[in-house]
């Protein structure tokens, strides 16, 4: 027997009623807190934190890749000036 058909009883989204769909978030809602804890609740002031703390990390990161990549190209333009001032020199 199919479920798609004319005469079919299912429910879905659109057929729900604003009211009771806001209850049944109301619900898991609250399940949510008596399972996870009050304290241990996510909210949207601790993602925000979150997402600064892992900005401020990334920039961190970036800020040592940078200083890694001038701390090579100055060993490197180390490297060659000393190169230079051995070839200019005469050779005795």
Not at 44 to 49: C, F, I, L, T
Not at 74 to 87: N, P, Q
Request: hydrophobic letters at 40%; glycine letters at 6%.
């Amino acid at each position: 027997m199919s479920t798609t058909g004319p005469n079919s009883t299912a429910l879905g989204l659109t057929t729900i009623s604003r009211t009771v769909a806001s209850l049944a978030v109301g619900v898991v809602h609250t399940l949510e807190r008596a399972v996870v804890g009050e304290g241990r609740m996510r909210t949207a002031r601790g993602n925000a934190w979150e997402a600064v703390c892992a900005d401020r990390a990334r920039a961190d990161q970036r800020a040592e890749l940078d200083r890694l990549v001038a701390e090579l190209a100055a060993a490197r333009a180390t490297v060659r000036d000393r190169r230079e001032v051995r070839e200019s020199q005469p050779v005795s």
